[in-house]
């Protein structure tokens, strides 16, 4: 062993190098196991196949091997000791090469049953500059198929929690311009300070970076190895002169979001100006990855119960002062629906309906769409050609326009609902309450239309009295309705819906909220939140009174 590399194990937490190990360093561990083809070098004859549960011994001790062989940069040695030696080999000696990482110091934490947690301190080195690239991760130990020796799974998170099958690590002169993005203000947006927008700044800078006047620098980074998926920029050897790219977000507005959903453990919520259809806030929760406010597909709930109203007014069927009702249950081609708690509205009004978020009222009073033989389809069209919903939004950044298909059956009478094949993200139910309080449907963009050379989706108007219609029932939900609590020390003119959604074989629904307050409406969706109130209302009221 060569001097200065040491081996520690300290009350159950073993390190792999205490001092460091540099690449063209020894493994520290004699005996390096075979991949799950190969024989091992422990002994000359073939050990017997191993079966049952891995032990925390075998664990430990192939952990060590391939971390060590890893740290030394020996991919060949440390590919052998995973399950799929032949892709992790490349991916290892990428890392290696492709990274420029010249020394690796990787410090396990304690397993936890055949997960080991551990710390990575990467110094990378091009062009004569060399930083530190610091993270963590994890692997797992599984038992071959074939020899049943203990191996580490491979999957390429272990090497870095954000590299996928598709990417590679890479240094060197960055792809694209360096940016900064900025709000309406001008103030600036960091991923440190807001960090949902990190994924939405990277991908400004890959689509609009040349654009903006930037220059490239010099980066590690993951490439993902498509056109229509930002690179993941990891660390900044040489710093390129950053282009300035405007945006619409409102950082005030933005800090709100961010903090309000912060609550939950996934969530998101986006807000939109109704009289410009620009974005003011975007946030989600976990902040990092997926941005599930501009791209979930998920059911609405009743927050779609304001399409359904306004394809109610539209198709003659009752306006907001019409008598509707609304019994415990209602009957669609031999299904049963109910309201919560089975509840009814004698002698009620549409609004009442509206702003009790009555299922039933919103599925009996439409059979007379059936005699018409357009109960399949008059949602669909109403969602797309007043709400936007499933046109080509270009707003700037990757994001769903929303799905309001034509079905059958049952289906049908859940759509209605916002059940059924209905998708939306927050962004698309922030919109449609927009387009109640602006009248009409403008599509929500990030950055002007300059980036990109991109055009706006558009649709038709609400016509006056559709329009007044849906904000006198927004506005009776949200101030003597189930959005009424949520709402109440939001400023007015103000409406609101609320929404919850059945998904599968959840125990609790999730929650929905939408709302408006003055020129700034927004949704947010609550996982397993349950009511819309409950959960997502108070995170919409949050960013409306940053408004």
Not at 103 to 122: M, N
Request: hydrophobic share 40%; proline share 5%; aromatic share 6%.
């Amino acid at each position: 062993m060569r001097s200065g590399a040491k081996v520690a194990v300290v009350v159950g937490v073993f390190a792999v190098v205490a001092g460091g190990v540099g690449y063209g360093g020894y493994n520290l561990w004699n005996g390096v196991t075979g991949g799950d083809s190969t024989v091992s070098t422990r002994n000359e004859a073939a050990p017997e196949k191993r079966s049952g549960p891995v032990t925390a011994e075998e664990t430990t001790a192939v952990s060590k091997e391939f971390l060590a062989a890893w740290a030394a940069g020996e991919s060949d040695k440390a590919a052998q000791l995973t399950n799929d030696p032949v892709t992790a080999g490349p991916v290892l000696l990428a890392y290696k090469e492709g990274a420029k990482v010249s020394k690796a110091v990787i410090t396990p934490g304690t397993p936890v049953g055949t997960k080991v947690p551990f710390t990575v301190r990467a110094t990378v080195s091009y062009e004569g500059v060399s930083k530190e690239l610091s993270y963590a991760s994890e692997l797992t130990v599984v038992r071959g198929q074939t020899t049943g020796r203990p191996l580490v799974q491979w999957k390429p998170t272990v090497l870095h929690p954000k590299l996928t099958a598709d990417a590679t690590l890479r240094t060197g002169t960055a792809k694209v311009a360096s940016v900064k993005a900025v709000d309406r203000n001008g103030v600036e947006l960091t991923k440190e300070k807001y960090p949902s927008l990190g994924v939405i700044i990277d991908t400004l800078r890959q689509r609009y970076g040349a654009q903006a006047g930037g220059t490239t620098g010099v980066e590690t980074w993951i490439d993902s190895g498509s056109e229509s998926v930002a690179d993941i920029p990891l660390l900044v050897l040489r710093q390129g002169k950053p282009g300035t790219i405007e945006t619409t977000i409102d950082a005030k507005v933005q800090a709100a979001a961010e903090k309000a959903v912060k609550a939950y453990g996934q969530a998101s919520v986006a807000a939109v100006e109704p009289s410009t259809g620009a974005i003011r806030a975007v946030a989600n929760s976990p902040a990092e990855g997926f941005n599930a406010a501009f791209q979930g597909q998920q059911a609405p709930g009743s927050t779609m119960k304001i399409v359904t109203a306004a394809m109610m007014m539209q198709q003659g069927v009752a306006m907001p002062g019409s008598t509707v009702e609304c019994p415990p249950t209602a009957q669609w081609d031999g299904y049963t629906f109910h309201n919560l708690k089975d509840f009814e509205i004698n002698g009620g009004t549409l609004t009442d309906s509206f702003r009790r978020s009555c299922n039933t009222a919103f599925i009996k009073a439409i059979t007379p769409l059936k005699a018409k033989g357009i109960h399949n389809t008059a949602l669909g069209t109403t969602a797309r050609d007043s709400f936007g919903i499933g046109l080509d939004w270009q707003v700037g950044v990757t994001a769903g326009d929303g799905s309001v298909p034509a079905s059958e059956s049952v289906e049908t009478a859940a759509s209605y609902i916002g059940q059924g094949k209905i998708t939306m993200s927050a962004l698309n139910v922030a919109s449609l309450s927009a387009t109640v309080q602006n009248g009409g449907f403008l599509q929500p963009y990030l950055v002007a239309k300059k980036y990109g050379d991109r055009e706006f989706a558009t649709a038709d108007p609400l016509s006056t009295g559709v329009a007044k219609g849906l904000r006198t029932m927004m506005n009776a939900a949200a101030t003597n309705g189930t959005a009424a609590e949520a709402m109440a020390g939001v400023p007015s003119p103000k409406g609101a819906k609320t929404g919850s959604a059945e998904v599968g074989n959840q125990a609790t629904s999730n929650s929905w909220f939408t709302g408006y307050s003055g020129n700034l409406a927004a949704a947010a969706v609550v996982q397993a939140g349950g009511h819309g109130g409950d959960a997502a209302g108070p995170v919409v009221a949050q960013v409306l009174k940053a408004g």
